[in-house]
């Protein structure tokens, strides 16, 4: 007889749970070896939970659409499928639409790459979906890619999915250090790695908020051009500088080494997945061909959208609002940092993008903090996501773009006395 | 001094030439042991072409979007940015929105599976990229997978990006033959091969047009079943069968065998770019994962569109329009074949979806008959492109769906004498 503890569970879904349990023994051995490495993303794990009402979210890196001009985008959107839907809602290229390829290049003129040919764009369902594609034309089981440490998470999973080993390269205030570069490419290069390339988010990295300094950026190009290494500069955040004239990126002057890649997603809105790969011209055919055989094309209605958008509208003065916008929340959390973070605590000051890395003590761990946080009120991710390492971690990432001056002012004093009791 | 015939080049063209060259040859071994296998599609190549003024193409598988309420699509699209834009236009759930899961599985109703859980079904960015991510989860290289031959090409190059040999099983006029499957099945595991999943398109065959028997289709899933291998049930055209209710699917009554593919592409607009796969609920989770880790989440405003579409049309009768739509083309089709075709040439007479699959005498190979075909005004794909095998082929594809009855006609009429002339 059951005991009281057992729950009562109705003989049919007895009889479900245990076909599939047989069904999963049955296919277990169906799985790739790369399917071991693909997991949950910490920050999707939070995305979920942050939505609770009545928490302060710092950790969604969604940027703020309020400002967008909805009116003008859904007019747009009703003429294109009205007027132009045959095309609108068919397939399209797969390497996106010329007009699209076109003005992408108007965009990446903005920071400094003036000599990019639309023939070597290639646009992608999100840069996400750029980096994907990245893995799969270069990277081997066991190959090696450099990147900072922290990173985008996004990249980290699927550099795992490809069973490619990322190994971090040393960075200080002004990002990545050439020294360390080079030496980190000879080391692994003397113990039999397969190092193709360096993935780095040089202007406002993501989660650090670190900008690598102008002066190093040629520098870190050559170093990489000298060993063969490409370069994998995914830069989604550029044109988001508070102040001053955009960073040029290291795509600028260096086409054949870099692969340079951008994104409608902070800019304009990332639910229409759009993103874009600028690539050295002798490599465009293996890319282009390997994003076709992902997804057959970009969406045809969403490339219109985008296009006439920027055709139609003052995006440059729109990327202008943003900038003042995520400036001032910026200054908004740091302020609040300022007043309410105890001692032992430190902090990035970004100059732009979406995001604060704070340092507790190397003996807090942030992981196990996040709960009590959330009891408190306030979401963060914490740091361990963002390293390629599987050590824990006593950073953490805070988010200022989706949230306004208030709820972060907010959100950081719950937070304060959580890491005040942890330290 | 240059010879007269030496072309005259600008000295920084040949300087640009230059370094290209060095840095294509300093970068050579950087591709992965995969991107050998990533090739353009003979179909995209023709695509292309078939654009040219003046040609009948009878190449491409578009979906005829002449018949769509584009007014009321735009308006849709137009009440969705202006008045739920900020979630319209933001990230979106990895797995797709709950609204149109459940919605997919009020689609998969009609053909007969009523069992789906919307907890189970990924959205994807069409069902391409649901191909690709069934190859990343299940397939090393080296691994087998079995196919109809000839099947859809765009999976063929999914499974050559994936290094996965595509092995084919022998088919008549009811589609797959069962024993032949059996006796496959057998041979590879005693050859050593890990066989993964069984690929196939069960009814109005792409590029065959011939549908699996209703009779077969069980005993198709049990062999599988036995074996340890899945069945990847790829079924773009199932509502569009000409007379009578959608075949039964191999998934019905099959949850945890089969995983199954659907697409908006066909049904709606593929410029939208929105499948889905319902997927074992024990499989589940390894695959949103690595859905995720290639897109983030499918453009949320496409994924919107196609909620308020369903909701708010009568897709049925949508479905029906398209059904009588292509049934007349399909006639159009098989009469003007049985009308200018010389003896000697025989075709497949589909039941649904888009295309007639003609074969020649064994020792044609089209390929080099579509550029006379283009000279004569008319353009198919060769079968080749269709086949897992490198051999030459004496088939090809022709595609009803995108083309008026009277250029169907034309076309026919054209091609005939170029056939006439090969054999």
Not at 334 to 363: N, Y
Not at 405 to 417: Q, T
Request: glycine share 8%; net charge negative; proline share 7%.
């Amino acid at each position: 007889m059951a005991s009281p503890d057992t729950p009562l569970v109705p003989a049919d879904d007895v009889e479900v749970a245990l076909e599939r349990a047989v069904a999963a023994r049955r296919h277990a051995h169906l799985f790739a070896e790369r399917a071991a490495g693909i997991k949950q993303s910490a920050v999707r794990d939070v995305f979920d939970i942050s939505m609770r009402p009545g928490l302060v979210s710092l950790a969604g890196g969604n940027p703020f659409l309020q400002s967008l001009p909805l009116e003008k985008l859904g007019a747009l959107a009703y003429q294109l499928i009205t007027e132009q839907g045959l095309v609108a809602l068919q397939y399209g290229a797969g390497q996106g639409t010329p007009e699209l390829r076109r003005q992408i290049c108007e965009v990446m003129a903005e920071e400094g790459i003036t000599d990019a040919d639309p023939a070597n764009v290639i646009v992608t369902v999100g840069s996400q979906s750029a980096q994907d594609i990245a893995c799969k034309v270069f990277c081997n089981p066991g190959d090696v890619v450099l990147c900072e440490d922290p990173t985008y998470v996004g990249a980290l999973n699927t550099f795992e999915a490809y069973q490619v080993r990322a190994e971090p390269v040393a960075t200080d205030e002004d990002g990545l250090v050439p020294e360390a570069l080079e030496r980190r490419i000879a080391e692994l290069r003397a113990a039999g790695a397969n190092v193709k390339f360096l993935y780095t988010i040089p202007s406002f990295n993501n989660p650090s908020g670190i900008t690598m300094a102008a002066g190093r950026r040629q520098r870190i190009v050559e170093i990489c051009r000298t060993a063969d290494v490409l370069v994998l500069e995914d830069n989604p955040y550029g044109l988001l500088r508070f102040d001053g004239r955009p960073m040029r990126p290291l795509r600028a002057g260096n086409p054949d080494d870099v692969i340079y890649l951008g994104s409608f997603s902070k800019i304009l809105a990332p639910g229409l997945r759009l993103g874009w790969a600028l690539v050295p011209a002798h490599l465009q055919r293996r890319f282009y061909l390997a994003s076709e055989s992902v997804t057959l094309c970009p969406p045809t209605l969403n490339q219109m959208l985008v296009s006439g958008y920027l055709a139609g509208h003052d995006w440059r003065g729109q990327i202008a609002t943003y900038r003042g916008l995520y400036a001032e929340r910026c200054a908004a959390m740091l302020a609040a940092l300022d007043e309410f973070m105890p001692a032992g605590i430190s902090w990035t000051r970004p100059d732009g993008g979406f995001f604060v890395w704070v340092s507790l003590p190397g003996h807090v761990d942030t992981y196990p903090l996040l709960h009590r946080a959330i009891d408190a009120g306030v979401v963060f991710i914490p740091g361990a996501a963002f390293s390629p390492s599987d050590r824990p971690s006593s950073k953490l990432r805070l988010a200022f773009s989706a949230v306004s001056a208030d709820s972060i002012r907010e959100g950081v004093r719950r937070l304060a006395p959580v890491l005040q009791a942890a330290i």
